[in-house]
């Protein structure tokens, strides 16, 4: 009987059931699989919930293989080993200098990419997995150490820290900054505004200038903001600069200021973890991103040491 509302369970849920089963315990799967005893346990609970049935007999010196585990394990090895027999197929790192991080597109691009190779070396060698999604993952049950995000506040089932916050100016293609010229904020209506996946941002840059904005016909909108960048290097219009994205973007010319005026992004950039004790590479990792954001080291130590 099928219990799951999915077609298909995750690889990772697998990879848990796999280890435990190979290893009879929770803790030691964890392990090996470089997560935390409770994302272990939340993936056999997720497997035996959509399989309706219990795999494992839980005791005081570990858990064996229910029947119906057993023949699930022979199933899986079997999987395994033809996956194992593609030579082509991707090995992610595991141990436990490995983090996995996770983050949107736009932040995985044009801030994390430029500064990953100090995150990874100083001051002892790290290796970031970094998962490039728009989701909000389940960092627990995905496996996931730490996440940077956009946002407007803390996420429940999470540990959070502000790691900074942003000012935003218009920008355009230099070629239409020529053209929009300087004065009253006002004259910018006149050309297409560029926002990302919603008004917001142009809303209060406006709003700070006594302007009420609404988005028009002409305007246009990408979810990405790698996107906006793109359509307002290229020309469609004008776009607001988030700092510190922007910043390689500016110094090479491709985009340029079109006003000096700055108002504060109501969405600001996160750092999140699981709830419970992060690993020490995750701890780690977390105190570098840190200090690339300027954010106080008490700050920080608040974040890693918090249980939830």
């Not at 939340?42 to 229910?66: C, M, N, P, Y």
């Not at 904005?213 to 990405?224: A, I, K, S």
């Not at 219009?237 to 340029?256: C, E, M």
Request: contains cysteine.
């Amino acid at each position: 009987m099928d219990h799951s509302s999915e077609p298909m369970l995750p690889l990772e849920t697998l990879r848990a059931f796999d280890a435990a089963a190979r290893t009879g315990s929770f803790s030691a799967a964890a392990e090996k699989l470089n997560l935390t005893h409770g994302a272990v346990s939340r993936q056999i609970a997720k497997l035996e919930d959509w399989l309706g049935l219990k795999v494992f007999d839980r005791g005081a010196r570990g858990v064996s293989l229910t029947i119906e585990g057993n023949r699930l394990h022979l199933r899986t090895t079997e999987a395994f080993a033809l996956i194992a027999s593609n030579s082509d197929r991707w090995v992610e790192p595991r141990g436990t200098a490995v983090v996995r991080l996770t983050s949107i597109p736009s932040v995985s691009g044009l801030w994390l990419m430029p500064r990953m190779a100090a995150l990874e070396s100083h001051p002892t060698k790290l290796r970031i997995v970094l998962d490039v999604d728009n989701r909000q993952a389940d960092l627990a049950d995905e496996g996931i150490d730490l996440s940077v995000r956009c946002g407007r506040g803390r996420i429940p089932g999470r540990v959070s820290v502000q790691l900074f916050e942003e000012h935003v100016f218009p920008i355009a293609s230099p070629d239409l900054a020529s053209e929009i010229g300087r004065g009253d904020p006002a004259r910018l209506l006149k050309f297409p505004l560029i926002n990302d996946s919603d008004a917001s941002t142009w809303r209060a840059w406006f709003a700070a200038q006594g302007i009420d904005y609404r988005p028009r016909p002409h305007d246009r909108r990408f979810e990405d903001y790698n996107l906006v960048l793109d359509a307002a290097a290229h020309g469609l219009g004008i776009a607001l600069a988030r700092p510190p994205l922007t910043q390689d973007q500016l110094k090479s010319g491709r985009i340029v200021a079109v006003d000096d005026r700055v108002a504060l992004n109501p969405i600001s950039y996160w750092l999140d973890r699981p709830a419970g004790r992060p690993r020490a590479a995750a701890a780690d990792l977390a105190r570098r991103i840190a200090a690339q954001a300027g954010l106080a080291p008490e700050k920080i130590e608040a974040f890693i040491e918090a249980e939830s």
